[in-house]
């Protein structure tokens, strides 16, 4: 018999990724008598605070690298395979790529009981435009080598499921989704509920009144995101709406930049209000009247979760882990991925239609509340 708590260790390559996808995994293992320990970088400092004060997991630094960077990925590594063998998880959960891959190598290599790789978006595709796209191959054969390391795979979207088999990163038989899909559902009171203090205050900190037609778009700045589809729409949306405002919350990737036209086209854009980077999202859903996440591939579009949750319907793309964030016509309206002129027809048809926005955004908080609840 043992004589000391269940453990298990959690990889991820951000603090934020880690507050994001498993503060509440971690405060309901502590619940059940588990010891839970995470490894994130140290940096930025107040994220991982966040994270550490959100979950109360015992919290390790290791300085994984977003970026391929052989010396320092063999230095992480080499900390991180310290920090296990210290820990001696009986589970550990490796996610997100670096932290997954690095994570599975020393799973497998101390013989972690139970090993299970989280997936939440595809590297390999993610990175399929843009420069990274020179990198596919590297990054298709680091995925097959991390799912190889697991006991379990779980991916955080059912397209995402399928095409990860389809690619032959895992076998159909070692890969699942937990329910609907994501990491861990969404919080849907604080989304349907804001503090109305916050919303008042945010409106007035944006210039945004009540009345203003606002687009929100919630991501990186990357062309991954569909970022440029959207800054080459926005004239077309404009024009036909003078009076909208495009809400960007988010800041350019430097690892994946835009083209040179969508840069133009962001510092040219007519009405754009830009926030860096927002802690509480749920202040900011209600000052929208559209949602759109333009994507050209996601693990699972939380944001469209989170926005519907509120209530605000979602104009989404086609594309691999988007499209499983809402049911087109039903939630959301869909456009192709990467379709710039149906993507400026469909803001516009949403800003201009008061009772399709009605419909779509009451169904798709009934939607999301019925499929992505956290209980």
Known sequence: MKDRPQTILYTTTTAIASLAFFSEHFGHLRRQGWDVHSVTPAEPADQVQRAIDASGAAHHAVPFAREISPRRDLTALGQLLGVAARVRPDVINFSTPKAGLLGGLVGAALG????VYFIHGLRSETAATGRLALLRPVLLMMERLTAACAHEVLCVSPSNRDEAVALGLVPASKIRVLGAGSPAGIPVERYAQPDPAAVAAAREELGLPEGTP????VARMAPQKGTEELLLAWAQVHAQVPQARLLLVGVPDPANPLSDEAMRAFREAPGLVQVEFEKDMSRLYPLMTVHTLPS?????????????????PSVLTDASGVRDAGVADETCL????????????ALVRLLSDAALRERLGRQSQAWVSENFAQE
């Open 112 to 115: 972690v009981p139970l090993r």
């Open 334 to 345: 869909q456009v192709p991925a990467g379709d710039v002129p149906a993507l400026a027809d």
């Open 296 to 312: 050209r591939h996601e693990g699972l579009g939380m944001v469209v979760l989170e926005a519907g949750a509120y209530g605000v």
């Open 214 to 217: 606002v687009v929100g778009f």
